[in-house]
């Protein structure tokens, strides 16, 4: 409820007419009316006029006070449970896209740099055996790249079906 709404309601349960407040406040009509269709708002030293012409206090304009009463607490308590519920699904399911989004790029970057850049085998000298390269090698760099990615991805994942399973008991906590 706007403040000229209240001034306009305050008003009328004192069954003043707008032309009677503006007299009391020592303002013309126009101004009452500007006021309560929030065309313009009172100043302070208007507003203390305000609060003495309606017998009431600044808390009555300024503070937030519900339009209606809480009648049933657990229609309340229902509605509060909802919107935490959409907002835990909201989070699984980020986590279980971008998850899936982190998992697809680690192999898509693995598939194609492994492609681009192809392990090549360097002869052990031991025994004669092939071996990969080491780490810092560009496909070596490229493999521990998207090995990381794919970790990231999973752990993403996982962390979606902990917050899941965890929705999911304190739903069945609260039925």
């Known amino acids: 409820m706007t403040i000229g709404q209240k001034i306009k309601l305050k008003r009328e349960s004192l069954s003043l007419s707008q032309e009677q407040l503006a007299h009391l406040l020592n303002t013309s009509r126009q101004t009452i009316y500007h006021w309560e269709n929030d065309i313009t708002s009172p100043n302070m030293n208007d ?15 300024f503070k937030n006070t519900p339009d209606h009463e809480i009648n049933n607490v657990d229609e309340v308590v229902s509605d509060i449970y909802r919107g935490v519920k959409r907002h835990w699904r909201k989070a699984y399911i980020s986590l279980f896209i971008s998850g899936g989004l982190f998992t697809g790029m680690g192999i898509l970057i693995r598939i194609i740099f492994g492609m681009m850049f192809p392990s090549p085998e360097i ?34 994942i996982i962390g979606g079906i902990i917050l899941f399973i965890k929705d999911r008991k304190k739903q069945k906590e609260y039925m």
């Open 47 to 61: 507003l203390q006029k305000l609060v003495s012409a309606l017998q009431t206090d600044f808390d009555y304009f």
């Open 123 to 156: 002869p052990n000298e031991i025994n004669g055996t092939p071996v990969t390269t080491n780490v810092f090698e560009p496909a070596g760099i490229f493999k521990a790249f998207s090995s990381f990615i794919i970790g990231i991805g999973l752990l993403l």
